[in-house]
């Protein structure tokens, strides 16, 4: 069965780095796009991060354009987020998730997320 | 820029009702949306793609119809294991994945 599993997450200082990782496992890593979703407590879903299947695009919202690098490592079947100069704001449950599809938009698998919490 | 909005924010129905939420876009997005559903404490799932297909698995009673600007989200029987915020999300090929608000449904 298909599995997503995210850990790295914690409480950072705005300005610092942290890094996510997502563990995938029952499916064919590389032949599916992946996506890092977020939401912030009691907010909604935001869209942050999608990788292609082959890691030959990566397409980035606005709001972390810049800052976050999204990644894959094909020999390890995981997927990661590279976050900089973070900010309060920042600040949600990350969400690494499978796409498939036209534009890889059917996000149809999804981790139990991580938690970054982005504060002094 | 494309933005989504949904009705109502929140609704309370009693088992057994139907429950209608819409989706709406600033501009025509064609079939190109997909609906999911967030149970309290839990990762989404997608319900819903392309408009009206229902995802493998999901029960039947579950239902996406619209194109172009509006789009509806039935439930046509609701159950208390639907209680959930149900979000729809629109996409296309720049890419954009672009969520809608959300709707929270309680059972009365």
């Known amino acids: 069965q298909v599995q997503l599993v995210e850990s790295g997450g914690g409480v950072v200082q705005p300005g610092l780095s942290l890094r996510l990782s997502c563990a995938a496992s029952?499916?064919?890593?590389?032949?599916?796009?992946m996506h890092w979703v977020r939401q912030a407590p009691g907010k909604g879903l935001e869209w942050v991060a999608v990788?292609?299947?082959?890691?030959?695009?990566?397409y980035y919202a606005d709001s972390v354009k810049g800052r976050f690098t999204i990644s894959r490592d094909t020999s390890k079947n995981t997927l990661y987020l590279q976050m900089n100069s973070l900010r309060a704001e920042d600040t949600a449950v990350y969400y690494c998730?499978?796409?498939?599809?036209?534009?890889?938009?059917?996000?149809?698998?999804w981790g139990q997320g991580t938690l970054v919490t982005v504060s002094s | 820029d494309i933005q989504m909005t949904q009705s109502p924010s929140s609704l309370s129905a009693s088992v057994g009702d139907r429950v209608t939420i819409t989706c709406q876009a600033s501009q025509d997005i064609n079939y190109y949306l997909n609906w999911y559903q967030q149970k309290p404490g839990k990762a989404p799932k997608l319900l819903i793609y392309?408009?009206?297909k229902l995802e493998t698995g999901v029960p039947s009673r579950f239902g996406g119809s619209g194109s172009g600007t509006d789009f509806t989200f039935t439930i046509s029987s609701l159950q208390p294991e639907d209680i959930a915020t149900y979000y729809c999300?629109?996409?296309?090929?720049?890419?954009?994945?672009?969520f809608g608000p959300g709707t929270k449904v309680d059972v009365k």
């Open positions: 990788i292609w299947y082959d890691g030959s695009y990566k």
């Open positions: 029952g499916f064919t890593f590389t032949t599916y796009a």
């Open positions: 392309d408009a009206s």
């Open positions: 999300q629109h996409y296309d090929n720049l890419p954009t994945y672009l």
């Open positions: 998730a499978r796409g498939r599809g036209y534009t890889y938009a059917k996000i149809d698998y």
